[in-house]
């Protein structure tokens, strides 16, 4: 049944699921799993010393909104590093989702204003020169979740 006070989209603008982030000790070993276990070829590797990362992102499928839907295989490039850190607590796993969004500020922005903290002030640069913002994983059901605007 539907509910006519129910919008159809979300007031926050996030329109698909962008990628999963997989935490991992050795990238090219990850890598290979995903190559010889599913097919998922690698479309974009690069490393992102803000964020502490060498990454890849292995293309799942494309979608018609500019983006399309990975796995971003993440192994940390220093200790003190979000995904070191992770790695640490948790060994490999889930790290995050991350959903996409035609504008990451005014998303972030809506959804700030719910109560959710959002952990960086401003937009910063994700892979491939996308937009992200993260938002914090106590106040999203104990998920880190990452909000992308595509640079395509
Ligand atoms: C930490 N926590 C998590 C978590 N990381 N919970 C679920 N998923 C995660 N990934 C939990 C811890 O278990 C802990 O819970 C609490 O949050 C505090 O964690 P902490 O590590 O002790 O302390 P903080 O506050 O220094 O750091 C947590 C925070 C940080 C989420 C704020 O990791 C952060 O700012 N992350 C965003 C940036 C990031 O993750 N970058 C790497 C991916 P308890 O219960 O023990 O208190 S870069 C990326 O993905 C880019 C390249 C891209 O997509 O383009």
Redesign the pocket.
Same mark, same amino acid.
């Given at each position: 049944m539907s509910d006519s006070s129910t919008p159809a989209t979300p007031f926050s603008g996030l329109t698909r699921l962008d !990628?999963v =982030?997989i935490a991992c000790h050795d990238l090219d070993a990850s890598i290979m799993f995903y190559r010889k276990t599913y097919g998922f070829a690698v479309e974009h590797e690069e490393v992102?010393e803000e964020? =502490? *990362?060498r990454?890849a992102m292995l293309r799942i499928n494309g979608t018609d909104d500019g983006g399309a839907t990975y796995l971003?295989l993440?192994e940390p490039t220093r200790e003190d590093?979000? *995904?070191a850190?992770?790695l640490a607590?948790n060994g490999e796993g889930v !790290? !995050?989702v991350?959903f996409g969004t035609a504008d990451v500020a005014a998303s972030a922005a809506g959804i700030g204003d719910k109560g959710v903290r959002v952990?960086d002030a401003e937009p910063r640069r =994700?892979?491939a020169d996308?937009l992200?913002t993260?938002l !914090?994983?106590?106040d999203c059901g =104990? *998920?880190?979740t990452?909000l992308?605007q595509s640079n395509h």
């Open positions: !990628h =982030g992102n964020q =502490g *990362v990454e971003q993440l590093s979000p *995904v850190k992770f607590r !790290h !995050h991350a952990l =994700g892979t996308s992200i993260f !914090h994983p106590k =104990g *998920v880190l990452e992308v």
